[in-house]
């Protein structure tokens, strides 16, 4: 009697996509594969085989030929750096924490309040987001006043207080 020819469940084909997601080089090694493989199988079957596009497997011999190794290994990604300096973060830090803006006057923060005074005061074009971000960074959240009726009387409001 013959054996079973598949005796692989999908319990064993996760382990092991596990097992290989914690090899360091792993992805490394399936693009040598593949280049390897592509010499004698079309790459349609390959690409399906490693669960990638036929694409990607003409990138990798690509890479592979005028870099070598070190073109498939993933490079790693550039960040723009920030447009204030540790000073500048200072005094914007100085601003929040106080309530008061480079002329001294108090004001209420808001991001595009701050964007408009940095942009006076440092001549510095900086985006909401990594404004909000740095905000973040420095451990403060801003605060959002209580919202205020338009047809709110101010005096009666007063009276009302219990101080």
Avoid: C, Y
């Amino acid at each position: 009697m013959p054996r079973p020819k598949l005796n692989v469940d999908t319990e064993t084909v996760k382990k092991a996509e596990e097992e290989l997601s914690k090899i360091k080089e792993s992805k490394l090694s399936i693009q040598l594969k593949g280049i390897i493989a592509a010499s004698s199988h079309p790459v349609h079957q390959i690409a399906d085989i490693f669960h990638v596009s036929p694409r990607s497997i003409f990138r990798w011999v690509t890479k592979f030929k005028e870099q070598g190794v070190q073109g498939l290994r993933d490079q790693p990604k550039g960040h723009m750096r920030s447009k204030l300096n540790d000073e500048q973060k200072t005094v914007i830090e100085e601003w929040l924490i106080t309530g008061k803006s480079a002329s001294g006057e108090r004001i209420h923060w808001t991001l595009n309040k701050l964007k408009r005074e940095i942009e006076k005061e440092f001549d510095i074009g900086i985006g909401t987001t990594p404004l909000w971000k740095h905000v973040r960074g420095l451990g403060l959240v801003l605060k959002k006043p209580r919202p205020a009726h338009a047809k709110a009387n101010k005096e009666d409001q007063e009276e009302f207080k219990k101080n």
